[in-house]
Structure formats: C-alpha cells, structure tokens
T-cell receptor
Framework: ETGVTQTPRHLVMGMTNKKSLKCEQH?????MYWYKQSAKKPLELMFV???????ENNSVPSRFSPECPNSSHLFLHLHTLQPEDSALYLC?????????????FGPGTRLTVT | SQQGEEDPQALSIQEGENATMNCSYK?????LQWYRQNSGRGLVHLIL?????REKHSGRLRVTLDTSKKSSSLLITASRAADTASYFC???????????FGEGTQLTVNP
C-alpha cells in the first residue's frame, strides 16, 4: 500500500449524473494531484494542490471541479461528463511541490461515462 | 514528441533474463524518476536519480542517467513473472511542481 486511498474504485455514470471521486493520503504530505490516464496516452496532470491551495490547473474543462478541504483530502466533482472522459483517474501526493519530489499514487478510480 | 519517451513500447522476455528500458527527454531536468504500474492500478515509485548522478541501484534495479544525451535506462536483472507491468519515466524540471510522464514500456515476463 502506498498510503494513498481512492474511492470508489469503479464508477459508471451517465452524462447527466453528478458524482465525486475521493482521495485521502495518510503520509503527512503537503501536495496532492489529480491525473487522468487514458489508453495509449501519457498521464495527464489535471490539478495540483499545495497546502489546500490550487497551484496548477491545466486547462481542464469546468465539468471537472476539484476540492481540497485539508491537506489530507482531495475530491474531484464530476458533472455532465462526456464519453471521452472515461479513463482511470489517479490521485497522488508528495511531500511538497517543487524540486520533483517523488509522488505516491492511489489505486485509481476507473470511470466509465455512458 | 513528449518529454520522457520510453523505448521500446513493449518488451517480452523470459523469466531470469534481464530487461532494459530506455527513456529520452528534451529539456534540462532536475531529476528523473521511474515508476511501475500494474494493470489498472496506480503507479508505484521505483527510483529517483538526480541530474548530478550517473548511476543508481536499488535491489535488482539499476538506473543510469546520461545528461549529455538526455537519456536514462532502467535495467531489471534476473526478471520474474511478477515484474510484468508498465514502466514509466518521469522528468522534473527546475523547481516546478510538474512531473512529466512518458507513455511507458509494457514489460511482459514469461514464466
């Protein structure tokens, strides 16, 4: 176990649904990340939080809305998704941002949008 | 091209053989990291090599870094079926928060 948990592990939702992905880290880290992993494509960084403040937002559509209530928890709220949003969504944490700290990943949420 | 490109895209070997995967990148880096991912799971950090290091070992893993050629290699010695996974390199530039991942090498170790 990496010390990063994600729930749910699998999610199927329709395009009009609203759902949330949850991530929790038990490592005392200050930085948390959301990534999207689609087949045949490199990992795409979506959001970066440092000490609960969003520090990076990589042109992600507004139908993805992150929330970081404290340094241990990170959410990704989903609304009106498209079929092309089906992917594995990975959460990660690191000691801090900057200097390329190693990242610890959760097991991911496999999202299918129908 | 992507920062951090792995080569080959897929590699199939027999148990006991060594596996070598390569990573090339385009810009200067602070460090380079290798990760492993089992099918449908999260990534697991394997090893980090800094830009002023040339070689690093961890168990059966050996990583080299050649900053003049902007390339790195990951060697897994005496491979096992359990080593079957995708392996990714990720580069960290300067003091930024971003790690840039390549598309990975799919390694299959046949028993």
């Amino acid at each position: 176990e990496t010390g990063v948990t994600q729930t749910p592990r699998h999610l199927v939702m329709g395009m009009t649904n609203k759902k949330s992905l949850k991530c929790e880290q038990h490592l005392g880290h200050n930085a948390m990340y959301w990534y999207k992993q689609s087949a045949k494509k490199p990992l795409e960084l979506m959001f970066v939080y440092s000490l609960e403040e969003r520090v990076e937002n990589n042109s992600v559509p507004s139908r993805f809305s992150p929330e970081c209530p404290n340094s241990s928890h990170l959410f990704l709220h989903l609304h009106t998704l498209q079929p092309e949003d089906s992917a594995l969504y990975l959460c990660a944490s690191s000691q801090a941002i900057g200097q390329g700290y190693e990242q610890y990943f959760g097991p991911g949420t496999r999202l299918t949008v129908t | 091209s992507q920062q951090g490109e792995e080569d080959p895209q897929a590699l199939s070997i027999q148990e006991g053989e060594n596996a070598t995967m390569n990573c090339s990148y385009k810009t200067s880096i602070n460090n380079l990291q290798w990760y492993r991912q089992n099918s449908g799971r999260g990534l697991v950090h394997l090893i980090l090599i800094r830009s002023n290091e040339r070689e690093k070992h961890s168990g059966r893993l050996r990583v080299t870094l050649d900053t003049s050629k902007k390339s790195s290699s990951l060697l897994i010695t005496a491979s096992r079926a359990a080593d079957t996974a995708s392996y990714f390199c990720a580069t960290a530039r300067g003091s930024g928060s971003r790690l840039t991942f390549g598309e990975g090498t799919q390694l299959t170790v046949n028993p």
